[in-house]
């Protein structure tokens, strides 16, 4: 995995290709981008990539066993989507255990 020294600011053009690899990538692992404020997977242009978050849809827990660990939930979903997404060849990083920041790879250097 290459790891980046930094990861400056992206230029329209280049946020907007990002974007697109990014939304091809998650409809390859079989998620949609849903629309604002719905549930389901947000993607948000930042300055250095792409955020992803995700909003559960109609969890219900098991008869008796109180509310979902909508914490947790979405940690493991985040967890999962990183590793796919990097195995995609994106650079991800986790932001408050709710948001994941998508970035682009930069080359190796020689």
């Not at 974007?19 to 948000?44: K, N, Q, S």
């Not at 242009?45 to 066993?65: F, L, N």
């Not at 590793?83 to 060849?89: E, F, H, K, P």
């Not at 650079?91 to 790879?105: F, G, K, P």
């Amino acid at each position: 995995m290459t790891t980046p020294v930094y990861s400056p600011a992206m230029n329209d053009q280049e946020a907007e290709v990002l974007l697109e690899r990014v939304r091809w990538a998650l409809a390859e692992l079989g998620f949609e981008e849903i629309t604002t404020g719905a549930e389901g997977v947000h993607l948000i242009e930042h300055a250095r990539g792409v955020m992803i978050g995700w909003m559960p849809q109609d969890i219900t827990p098991p008869h008796g066993r109180g509310e979902p660990d909508l914490p947790g939930l979405r940690r493991a979903f985040g967890l999962a989507l990183a590793a796919a997404l990097r195995g995609a060849g994106f650079i991800v990083e986790t932001r408050d255990d709710e948001w994941l920041l998508v970035l682009d790879a930069l080359p190796d250097l020689p």
